[in-house]
Every structure is written in structure tokens, then in C-alpha cells.
């Protein structure tokens, strides 16, 4: 596997599973809710807090989608096209919540949705990008992707392999070095049952590429077993409150979730272990006490030939183990031995 790094964070085989905390568009356009979304991801124990960069006149057609109108989490109906301008953020806004997040020590970056972005992003500094599922047959946007020359982080939901193929094709050829990919469901909420995580090992087969899981379920469930399933990274969208008008409120984790996200993704890693068999430090101590040894059946007095009739197998486990015992039976006792006294082999001749 080709691992990837974003900042002092290599990403991959061998390492902790990336845990991004995907703010998306949940600052509803507002700075003020932006910085307290970083800080929760902050305290959350994330690796990385993700925003979406996008200029929405490049984004929709406001023609086409003239007329249109959807009622959000928490709100009124609104036109599609106000309802998108309304949680744009803005280049300035962007700026100040990227210095806000070094600030607070924690990676931001995004994913950019039209060339315009992207050029801003790359302004600012920004050590990654995050390409969207919606986005993974638009080649002319991946080209630009790929030329940025930083680590890419692609979703894939809504699309077959032969799509991924062609997309991972398009960003190598144009220069893209560090690539990973995120199996997710492009629906919010998604249901869990459809999470098909198997699907993460076998395209980490197919491209040898770090593989995660970008999960739009509701609760927490899916992340460990994500983990579990191979994930080498884990994306979820969050939200200050899930009762606020916007897109992905609902479906996205509370503050609290959150942090018992990143909680039992920890915990699930070290449940994994490291695949080598062997006891711990706890079993070698419980193994003397729970295994058994030979010892004596019945009093054996000094120059008596051990027969298995003269022996019991009984705890502890700190004597001669069981699997020994042909080389006990048949030997001659050097000394007398008490009913239930642990036998060695310095006993015996």
C-alpha cells in the first residue's frame, strides 16, 4: 500500500485510522459557528476538520433550478439556489477559520468544488483536498485536482469500480502522487444495512491506495466496525445542533457523538491488536493459576515406579503441564512424594 501523508500525519497501513470531522456546510455561511464547529472537533480528539468550498453560481444552475424550492432541517421552504448562496463560505470567511484551526492545532482543509476554490485553497496553504462523490466523472475539475500536487482524498459514493478506475486513471495521469479513496453512501441519512464495508478492503486490493469510510448513517455504530473492516480513515459529518436549519443538521453527529466516535474508533483499534497470537501480560500470570500440572494421586514412597494410576492432572499450572506426562510415567520415584504435591523431574529417575 502507498500510504499518504497530510502534515506531520501518515496515513495508512500501519497507522491510526484518520478521523475527519466533516463540518461541511453546517456553519449555515456564519464564522462565528465555523470556529465553534473547529473547536468541537478539537475536543473531540479528530485528526482533521474538513469544510466545503464552493462558488454557487459555479456550482447550479440557477436556471434550471429556477422555481425549485426545498424546506430544510429547522427552516421554511426556500429556493434551491438561496438556500445553497446562504451556506456559501466565503474566501475571507474561509481564511480566517483556516488560521483559527492552526491556532487551535488541527489540520483543516476541504473540498473544493470548481477551479475557483481550489485556486483560493491553494493560496491559503491548505495541505490536502478532499475531492466529493459528486464529483468523480467531472474530469476537467479532478485534472485540476491532480496538479495541485497535494495528497487527494477522493469519496466514491454513487459509483461503480469502473467509475473509480477511470477517475484514479485521470488524477495519476495528471500528476496526483498521494491518493485516498473513501467508500461512502450518498444519501442522508444513510442506511447502515447498505454500508457494504467489505467494500473497503476490496478496493484497497484493487488500487493500493489507503481506503476509508465517509459515513452519513446516524449514530455511531458504523465507525468501529468501519475500523474493523479495514478503514484507514473515517469521515463523519457533524453539527453544533441537530434541531438547526440546514442541509445535513439531522443526519450529521452531535458534539457528543462525535466524541464517542473518535472514543470507540480508538478503542476498536487497540481491540484489534497486532494479529500476532500470544497471551498477554495479564494471561501469562493467569496461566499459572488456570493450567494444570501432574501431581501426585496418592502417596508415592521413595523407589516406586510411577504408574498413571499414581497421578492426577490438577491446578496450578506451575509444575510439569500435562502434555509431559509419558515423560513421568515409568520413571522411579528419588524420594517420597505426598498425595497432591506437585511433581518435577528432578523427582524422578
Not at 140 to 157: D, V
Not at 161 to 168: G, N, Q
Not at 194 to 217: R, Y
Not at 289 to 298: L, P, Y
Amino acid at each position: 500500500m502507498q500510504n499518504i501523508r497530510i502534515g506531520s500525519r501518515e496515513i495508512g497501513q500501519g497507522q491510526p485510522c484518520y478521523v475527519i470531522a466533516e463540518a461541511g456546510i453546517n456553519h449555515n455561511g456564519r464564522l462565528d459557528l465555523a470556529k465553534q464547529l473547529i473547536g468541537i472537533a478539537v475536543e473531540a480528539g479528530a485528526d482533521s476538520v474538513k469544510f466545503q468550498m464552493f462558488k454557487t453560481g459555479k456550482l447550479l444552475s440557477k436556471k434550471v433550478v429556477e422555481g425549485h424550492h426545498i424546506k430544510l432541517d429547522g427552516g421554511e421552504d426556500s429556493s434551491v439556489f438561496d438556500a445553497i448562496k446562504k451556506v456559501e463560505l466565503t474566501q475571507e470567511m474561509c481564511r480566517e477559520a483556516f488560521d483559527y484551526a492552526k491556532e487551535k492545532g488541527i489540520t483543516l482543509f476541504a473540498s473544493a468544488c470548481d477551479a475557483e476554490s481550489i485556486e483560493f485553497l491553494e493560496s491559503i496553504g491548505v495541505q490536502a483536498f478532499k475531492i466529493a462523490s459528486c464529483d468523480i466523472t467531472n474530469f476537467p475539475l479532478l485534472e485540476r485536482f491532480a496538479k495541485t500536487g497535494k495528497p487527494l482524498i477522493m469519496s466514491t459514493g454513487m459509483s461503480d469500480l469502473k467509475e473509480v478506475k477511470e477517475a484514479v486513471k485521470v488524477l495519476k495521469e495528471n500528476g496526483a502522487k498521494e491518493i485516498a479513496l473513501l467508500h461512502c453512501l450518498a444519501q442522508y441519512p444513510a442506511n447502515v444495512e447498505e454500508s457494504n464495508l467489505k467494500a473497503i478492503k476490496a478496493m484497497e486490493k484493487e488500487f493500493g491506495v489507503p481506503v476509508g469510510f465517509s459515513d452519513h448513517s446516524e449514530g455511531t455504530f458504523v465507525a468501529p466496525v468501519a475500523v474493523a473492516a479495514g478503514a484507514k480513515l473515517f469521515e463523519k459529518h457533524f453539527t453544533l445542533n441537530k434541531g438547526m436549519w440546514g442541509f445535513d443538521q439531522k443526519a450529521s453527529a452531535n458534539p457528543e457523538e462525535l466524541k464517542k466516535i473518535v472514543e470507540e474508533i480508538r478503542l476498536a483499534e487497540k481491540a484489534l491488536g497486532t494479529g500476532e497470537k500470544k497471551p498477554t501480560k495479564s494471561e501469562e500470570e493467569l496461566k499459572k493459576a488456570m493450567r494444570r500440572s501432574i501431581t501426585a494421586n496418592q502417596d508415592i514412597a521413595k523407589g516406586t515406579v510411577l504408574q498413571e494410576k499414581m497421578l492426577a492432572i490438577k491446578r496450578p499450572g506451575t509444575g510439569l503441564p500435562s502434555k509431559r506426562l509419558p515423560e513421568v510415567v515409568g520413571k522411579k520415584a528419588k524420594q517420597g512424594i505426598k498425595e497432591d504435591e506437585l511433581i518435577s523431574l528432578e523427582d524422578l529417575e
